[in-house]
């Protein structure tokens, strides 16, 4: 690959350099980009053995685009014996047109009023010209819907699908964020499709969906950046398929961060933002830090994907009173580089709860809910009945309290 001066624009240049002091790009206009093989001839995309369709289903500005867009696959779709036939039914029902009473009577009117608007005669007619195709008069509609009218969504599905069907001599398919406007139930059918009708052809989709990301296979995402390209086809193959089976988790979130903190519920999430703010000033994503409410399954998938990007990771989980099992559960996480497992090692305080009340007195925490509850049992009792909204509490409250120190550490 070559980029040179192209000595054709040597006075310009000559010109644009003349005074340095109004230098300030670099005239790019001036180069030409030669791309040659290694008998030293220039290559060009006859010389290209890999086909490419690329699939921008966002690149829809207003309603007549998708028109456009899905007739030109339709008529990529059909042999020219359609093709053909098509046009001439329309031909036809343009000339029927001409034959309808109404529109006989008009132009007898129009004639009338000759000299009027013009010395020719006024008569109203469709559009016979070269220009005046089928594709031009044709509307695609969606149960008996025009394409204009539906949602942008159906659009987008529609235009990635027959993209796909016409893209047969295509050895790559690139496919640009395929969830624009799409419901999760949508999506599903079209990744679905996606990956059923691709046949032998490479696809690349770009996407900010994790659903996308863990339907089309963790193993299979490759990260860029200015730096270098990572690869995720070093996961467990257990991981992998542990995600493909259960989309539902955001795991784009803990790819793309620079740090994370994972917890088991919405609760524990609220308390930990809680602490990192009382700690930091600021939200955790003010620092670069994602709180990811993980199901406690899926910590050990997330965590096998931590290790293999190098993310910072903690983990802030229940003792649930069974300190062995815990550690056993995480045994071949302990002691791994910027991977930290954070519990409380007191059995008798095994959820976020009691810990909270461990942490705090009576009198503190009964202040932070607005309850006057009078013993310990009474207070727990509430809080395990109205988990979420206890955490919540504590993520509104003006009251000084204490964090566990399980969780302090988590967001130091």
């Known amino acids: 690959m070559l980029i040179e001066f192209n000595g054709n624009y040597q006075p310009e240049y000559d010109a644009y350099v003349a005074d340095p002091d109004r230098v300030t790009t670099l005239p790019v206009e001036y180069y030409v980009a030669r791309w040659r093989s290694f008998a030293g001839g220039d290559i060009t995309s006859r010389y290209i053995p890999i086909e490419l369709s690329f699939i921008d289903a966002s690149t829809i500005r207003n309603t007549n685009a998708a028109s456009r867009y899905v007739l030109e696959a339709v008529k ?54 070269s220009r005046a195709s089928w594709e031009a008069g044709i509307m695609p509609q969606l149960d008996a819907i025009p394409m204009p009218l539906v949602g942008k969504g159906e659009q987008n599905s529609v235009k990635i699908k027959l993209a796909m069907s016409t893209a047969e001599e295509s050895h790559v398919l690139l496919v640009e964020e395929p969830e624009n406007h799409l419901s999760y139930s949508n999506l599903n059918v079209l990744v679905r499709h996606i990956a059923d009708n691709r046949g032998k052809r490479q696809v690349i989709a770009t ?58 519920g919405p609760s524990d999430e609220l308390v930990v ?40 990771v903690d983990v802030v989980t229940d003792n649930d009173g069974k300190l062995e099992e815990l550690k056993a559960k995480y045994a071949d996480y302990l002691g791994k580089p910027k991977i930290e497992i954070r519990y409380d090692s007191d059995p008798a305080y095994p959820t976020l709860e009691p810990q909270l009340l461990k942490w ?53």
């Not at 963790?218 to 990572?230: G, I, K, M, P």
Request: some cysteine; proline content about 3%; glycine content about 4%.
């Open 273 to 312: 933002q809680a602490a990192f703010k009382k700690a930091h000033g600021v939200l955790p994503l003010e620092k670069g830090v994602d709180v990811i409410t993980v199901n406690s399954l899926a910590f050990k998938r997330f965590l096998d994907i931590a290790l293999l990007l190098g993310r910072r």
């Open 360 to 412: 705090n007195s009576l009198k503190v925490v009964n202040d932070i809910l607005g309850k006057s509850y009078p013993s310990d049992a009474d207070l727990l009792n509430y809080m395990g009945k109205n988990k979420t909204e206890c955490a919540l509490k504590v993520f509104e409250t003006a009251e000084d309290w204490t964090m566990p120190e399980y969780i302090r550490l988590a967001v130091a």
């Open 207 to 264: 996407t900010h969906s994790s659903f996308v990301l863990n339907k089309l296979g963790l193993d299979s995402v490759l990260l860029f950046t200015r730096e270098h390209c990572a690869s995720l086809n070093q996961l467990n193959p257990d991981t992998r398929d542990y995600f493909l089976k259960l989309p539902g988790h955001d795991t784009l979130r803990l790819i793309l961060c620079e740090r994370a903190i994972l917890v088991e």
């Open 76 to 129: 990529a779709s059909l042999n020219p014996r359609e093709r053909a036939n098509l046009a001439l039914a329309y031909r036809r029902m343009k000339d029927s047109f001409l034959n309808e009473p109404n529109v006989q009577k008009i132009n007898t009117d129009l004639a009338a009023k000759t000299g009027e608007v013009s010395k020719k005669t006024l008569s109203v007619s469709l559009d016979s010209s």
